[in-house]
């Protein structure tokens, strides 16, 4: 979610000068996290959610197969 903010700052700071350089996507958003002083927890906390959403996703597409 947190990252998905900060693509979305991104996208309204280029937007807002024109400047589609500022804009560099989910790799640009992780590369920022990294630079703040709690980014590893935060990008440790980011792939867990991945990992749990994952997972859910396999489960619920095997409840539904049965």
Same mark, same amino acid.
């Given at each position: 979610m947190c990252t998905f903010l900060i693509i979305a700052g991104l996208a309204f700071v280029a937007a807002l000068f024109t400047d589609s350089t500022k804009f560099t996507g989910l790799d640009g958003a992780m590369r920022y996290l990294t !630079? /703040?002083?709690? =980014? !590893?927890v /935060? +990008? @440790? /906390? %980011?792939? %867990? =959610?991945? %990992? @749990? *959403? =994952? +997972? *859910?996703? %396999?489960?619920?597409a095997r409840s539904l197969r049965r």
């Open positions: !630079t /703040l002083p709690s =980014g !590893t /935060l +990008l @440790v /906390l %980011i792939a %867990i =959610g991945f %990992i @749990v *959403y =994952g +997972l *859910y996703l %396999i489960a619920r």
